[in-house]
């Protein structure tokens, strides 16, 4: 049964910026500045880090799901107040301007305890790559537009926009957009690998709600672990990652209240009743 809430729960702070709700394990957390587009503002950035701190220990938030309110995603970082408003701050207090966004759209979600899914609604601008690919995964509407289009009013793609885009992008494209500022759709984006699928419009939240349940049946410790290893040894060498590896899967081991690597090898080798390469062990017992 559903268990969505409208609103926020009481026990939830008041953001401004960010609406939170809950449904069945997943965390729909949506930019809520529909008028600006979802820009992301100094007091969005400083709400988003407060969100994932909130729902790092909430149990009604298993997955999450970033989304923005309206039609778009995010018009990337806020003009105005991020960039405007700030100019004349002096230097420590724009560094800390700096390090309040990417606290929450890199540093923290990257390596974030719970999976996390972007669903690219419209407009993806600039600084909305580096949350976009702070997420695990993407999925992205077919018509949804991107751009990288830093280089159309007069600056380069900071924010480590450059270095999601690295991460995600084939060199030629990254390139090309990067320089040229010119937009591309969703579809695109999915066969660039800057999203995992493209949908129409109307199948986002139902494709993202599948991709999401896939996630939630599955142990949540070796979800978790098995994307921070392949994240961090990306820029390993190879002695490096598989000592890395070896440290990790000790690690995920000692975790895992739940012992699934037993329970896996139990239920293949002696009961037979699953098989490891078509599925995933059964979690009840
Ligand atoms: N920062 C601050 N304000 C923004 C914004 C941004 N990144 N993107 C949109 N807005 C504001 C507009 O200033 C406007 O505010 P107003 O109603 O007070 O005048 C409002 O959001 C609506 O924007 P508008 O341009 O009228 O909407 P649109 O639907 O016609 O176009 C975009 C949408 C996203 C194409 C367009 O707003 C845009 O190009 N935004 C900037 C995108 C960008 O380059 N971001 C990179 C930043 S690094």
């Not at 601008?125 to 990288?148: K, R, S």
């Not at 993202?208 to 049946?217: D, G, P, R």
Request: some cysteine; hydrophobic content about 40%; glycine content about 8%.
């Amino acid at each position: 049964m559903s268990t969505t809430t409208n609103t926020a729960p009481a026990e939830l702070p008041k953001w401004k910026t960010v609406e939170v709700t809950f449904e069945d394990g997943i965390a729909w957390v949506t930019l809520n500045r529909p008028t600006k587009r979802n820009a992301m503002s100094p007091t969005l950035n400083r709400e988003m880090m407060d969100v994932l701190n909130v729902l790092e220990f909430d149990d009604r938030a298993k997955v999450l799901v970033l989304t923005g309110a309206g039609g778009a995603f995010s018009a990337g970082m806020d003009l105005k107040e991020y960039f405007r408003e700030t100019e004349n701050f002096e230097w420590i207090r724009k560094l800390r301007n700096h390090s309040a966004s990417q606290d929450w759209m890199w540093r923290r979600l990257r390596k974030y305890p719970k999976s996390t899914i972007a669903m690219v609604n419209g407009w993806c601008f600039g600084g909305a790559f580096t949350p976009l690919v702070g997420c695990d995964l993407a999925v992205a509407a077919e018509d949804a537009t991107f751009g990288v289009s830093e280089v159309n009013w007069g600056i380069i793609p900071g924010g480590n926009v450059c270095k999601a885009i690295e991460e995600t992008m084939g060199y030629r494209e990254a390139l090309y957009y990067i320089m040229t500022g010119d937009t591309f759709t969703g579809k695109q984006a999915e066969a660039m690998g800057l999203v995992n699928y493209a949908v129409p419009a109307d199948q986002l939240r139902s494709r993202v709600i599948e991709i999401a349940k896939k996630l939630l049946a599955l142990n949540p410790v070796t979800v978790y672990n098995a994307k921070v290893m392949y994240k961090f040894t990306r820029n390993m060498d190879w002695e490096t990652a598989s000592e890395f590896s070896g440290a990790k899967s000790a690690q995920n081991a000692m975790m895992d209240k739940e012992k699934g690597r037993l329970k896996g090898l139990e239920q293949f080798l002696d009961e037979k009743s699953f098989r490891p390469g078509l599925g995933a062990y059964r979690r009840d017992d």
